[in-house]
């Protein structure tokens, strides 16, 4: 469960007089999610969410997320939207956090996606890259190449505790990355973390997207290998061409890929899994027994990591033709 923050009854009463939102009739820790603390709350008037920021937000980034949401809902993207206080700040503080209150989106995210469902996320991305254009804000990926460096600097002395030979693997690995890293496939806004708890659904159609909390410039392309990451493996961690196929022909439909991004994508999905496994690997090793949180195995994506290294064409991630290959 992740609610790494608790918060009294008085104490969120009391925040919510800066709000104009009713009264609060009842509140509950909400117990997904593993970044912020989150709180379902019920008010004379209508639900909401409430969200605590916790360790990896920085606040100086926050009026870029917040902003985001924003921008997106704007432009017709289907995601939460931050509700100003009285004073029209979006950010407060509560139990020494900084909070908002978030607008509650109707849905629920799919444990078992099939390919129809792939297909609708490729074209919510897509949409969601469109809709980015022109955000004013400007924050790069924290968690790119730099990034997985330093993480990993964090991690690399117990690594092998997790699976023996790790240390060496991971070292080459980031090697490799720095190496490979495309420099010039077209950028914007990407959201970062768009895993199936972040996709709600109502029936078989999407009906919007959230945690926009890693959400950053960097490439497209990028965005859509954490998808393939993300959607297109199975529990027994095969790869779903079917999957794969939906996701990227629905990508491709709403922003048609470049042929420089399609022939990237096999890089991409290495360093899109590097940089799971890293956070998950720092999460494994630091958190906490007892920590009120399920943590994520860091090895699922070193699985993954080693699909994509087996890897010699985009073809086989269900892209239909390799052009400029
Ligand atoms: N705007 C929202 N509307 C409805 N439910 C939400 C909303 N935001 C978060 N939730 C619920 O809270 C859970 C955790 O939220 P999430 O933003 O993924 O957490 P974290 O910030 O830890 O990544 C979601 O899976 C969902 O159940
Ligand atoms: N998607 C990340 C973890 C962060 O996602 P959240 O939406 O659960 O907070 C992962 O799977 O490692």
Not at 266 to 282: D, E, I, K, N
Not at 294 to 303: A, F, G, S
């Amino acid at each position: 469960m992740a609610v790494y923050t608790d918060i009294t009854e008085d104490d969120l009463k009391d925040f919510l007089t800066q709000y104009d939102v009713g009264e609060l009739t009842s509140y509950k820790g909400i117990a997904e999610g593993v970044e912020n603390s989150n709180f379902l709350l019920h008010t004379s008037r209508e639900p909401l969410i409430l969200t605590l920021y916790e360790k990896r937000v920085e606040k100086a980034d926050l009026p870029f997320f917040l902003g985001l949401m924003q921008h997106l809902a704007a432009r017709g993207l289907s995601c939460p939207l931050p509700l100003p206080r009285k004073d029209g700040a979006l950010l407060g503080e509560l139990s020494g956090r900084p909070a908002a209150l978030i607008s509650f989106l109707e849905g629920m995210w799919l444990r078992k996606p099939e390919a129809r469902h792939c297909r609708e996320v490729g074209q919510a991305l897509a949409r969601m890259h469109l809709a980015g254009e022109g955000f004013a804000l400007k924050r790069p990926n924290a968690l790119s190449l730099e990034g997985w460096k330093s993480l990993w600097q964090k991690s690399a002395a117990r690594a092998d505790e997790v699976e023996p030979g790790l240390r060496e693997e991971i070292g080459a690995e980031l090697a490799f990355l720095e190496g490979q890293w495309p420099q010039d496939l077209p950028a914007g806004v990407i959201h970062a973390d768009l895993f199936q708890d972040n996709v709600f659904f109502l029936g078989d159609e999407l009906s919007g997207l959230i945690d926009f909390y890693f959400a950053c410039n960097d490439m497209f392309a990028y965005d859509v290998s954490i998808c393939l990451n993300a959607w297109c493996f199975e529990k027994d961690g095969a790869y779903n061409l079917t999957k794969g196929m939906a996701l990227l022909e629905g990508y491709d439909a709403v922003r048609p890929l470049l042929p420089q991004e399609r022939q990237a994508l096999p890089v991409l999905c290495r360093g899109s899994a590097v940089r799971f496994f890293l956070t998950r690997l720092y999460d494994w090793l630091t958190t906490p027994e007892g920590a009120l949180v399920v943590k994520k195995d860091p090895l699922e994506y070193l699985r993954k990591l080693r699909f994509h290294r087996s890897i010699a064409s985009s073809v086989e991630y269900g892209l239909k033709v390799e052009t400029g290959a």
